[in-house]
């Protein structure tokens, strides 16, 4: 009977096939998923750059639909009034309606004895707003007021 027996010479010092594959798979899995938790933050703060682009020019829009819707209903008695303009790479519109519009409520002038009627015109306008910044569209809708001097 023949016995095998290892030479100190002849010792493996390698990785078998197997040993390899695992290994393999085990590193291509956590690449992919650090590679899509990335991904994922990263799409996450797109969004959010996008968000912020709007809501830092929405006060001064804001301000400026104030004023228009100011000096359009001053100068025609139309029911509805719209715009369209850009403001730091921000592209809105806006198209107000007419609610309501009434006077000023009468008073009673105690020396002259006479009802006198208000001079002032209010008008209720409801707003839709639309901004869009890069791919995102963002819509609000408020109440505006102005008034009239006859």
């Known amino acids: 009977m023949m016995k095998f027996t290892r030479s100190p010479l002849k010792l493996n010092h390698g990785f078998t096939l197997i040993e390899v594959l695992v290994a393999s798979v085990i590193l291509f899995s956590v690449i992919a998923t650090v590679s899509m938790v990335y991904r994922g933050a990263f799409i996450s703060s797109e969004q959010a750059n996008k968000q912020v682009n709007i809501i830092?020019?929405?006060p001064s829009v804001l301000a400026t639909i104030k004023q228009q819707v100011q000096q359009q209903s001053n100068l025609s008695n139309d029911t509805e009034l719209q715009y369209n303009s850009q403001a730091l790479n921000?592209?809105?519109?806006?198209?107000a309606t007419l609610i309501q519009s009434k006077s000023a409520p009468a008073q009673f002038e105690m020396e002259s004895g006479k009802v006198i009627t208000g001079t002032k015109k209010y008008k209720l306008w409801l707003v839709k707003l639309t901004l869009l910044s890069k791919g995102l569209t963002k819509e609000y809708e408020f109440n505006e007021m102005s008034w009239k001097y006859d």
Do not use: G, I, N, Q
């Open 90 to 95: 921000v592209v809105y519109s806006w198209k």
């Open 56 to 58: 830092k020019v929405l």
